[in-house]
């Protein structure tokens, strides 16, 4: 017999052992007729050439064809056969699974449940509630410290708080609508250029057709309104230096080909806030440039040269500025050193400033009852209003103001890490950095912690400029939230 035929169904006892073994297998594998020629080698020889499966016949059978004389054929073992149909059948099932899968159909894979959900629609609430809050704070305790003196010098007292809240709810509205538009927009190289050169050009007219008031050009006067050129500088050189880390990530590290631009941009922005001249804000821009040039991966040795070039600009500056004959500089840093030096003239604003401070105590003497505020502390409404906040709420109401702070900063950066790509990080961390770090100096000038530079309180001061800045910065960051992953 030159073939072996092997029942499906049919019963073939030649070894119980080999027998249990192949039905072992079989259970293990799905029972589907082999469609492909396949060889198999017996005892070293090929003793069964190509064979198949004929499918006209009944699946019952196995039906072998041979289609080659084998010339020189052994006694057939029939323990390797056996074990020869058996590694078959799986080879071949494998075969027919793959062909009959690869015409069917594929089933669409289930979606997975995000764990973090993606805010594309709406923005970050919190951020957007701490806001609200530091606004409707700020426009309460604005009013509380200025009404005396809007009395005094207008006749109506609620001048300045009627003036704030127009300035609030225009600043809120830019900043919803900023808060849908894509941020992207900023990376447009003609949007960055009529930006910064629309900023460098309203410093520039500062110095020019210059309003003066405590003895610094800050304000320019265009169609009967008066805005600080400042406050634009700020957001533009975040707007530029963030552009620059996104473009030059690669390159930020080299000291000529990333750090030199970085740093030449930086100083010009300072210096130009310097011949104001304005102390505090050449300081938040230096300190705006420092934090995203360390957020964007900068070398900390080409920092440190940075801050020594920059306290050497600084001590240049203000030789050349007392010889031109400003003594800006020299009175404050000596109502810093001793405010009672002077308490009638040139440390008359800091020495008050503590008086006003002291005068709250843990609980303070409840809102609105400020006495401080009647002639006794200047600019109580702008950059001295942290002190009557003091006054009136005590130490409580401080450590409110500040924590308010704290959170802003925290959520800030926040958003800042979960950013989609590192313009929008960097742009968070610039805008936070900004109001953070406005916000300690503010904190610090009033309490005589830094010399008195002229620095406003966000969200808190009077200031049209500055309010409405500060909110449109914010819808960046809101539309920056809305494309982030935010738990």
Known sequence: MNSLVIGVRGRMVINMAETRRMAAVSREMPPVSPTRAHKQEVGGEITYNDFYFSKAKSTSHIKMHKKGAVPKRPTPNYTNAINASATAIPQTATVKKNRSSAGRRRAKPLKKEPKIREQLSKFDYPFFTIVLVLLSFGIVMM??????FALKETGNSYFYVSR??????????????LSFIDYHILMNKMVLLVGC???VALMLMVKITGVTQGGAERWIEIAGITFQPSEILKFAVIMLLAFYAHKNEEKIKDFRKGYLPFLVCLLFACVLTMIQPHLSGTIIIFAIGVTMMFVGNCRVKHILVMFGVFIGLAIIGFLGLKALGYDYFESRFLSFINPEADVLGDTFQTYQSLVTIGSGGMFGL????????FSYLPASHNDFVFSVICEELGFVGAILVILLFILFVYRGFYIAARSRDKFGMMLSVGITVQIGIQALLNIAVVSNSVPNTGISLPFFSYGGTALMMQLAEMGVLLNISRKAAIE
């Open 197 to 199: 050169g629309v900023s």
């Open 366 to 373: 409840g809102l609105g009852n400020s006495r401080q505020k």
């Open 164 to 177: 704030q809240i127009m300035f609030a709810a225009v600043g809120i509205a830019a900043m919803i609508f």
């Open 143 to 148: 009013f509380s410290a200025s009404y005396a």
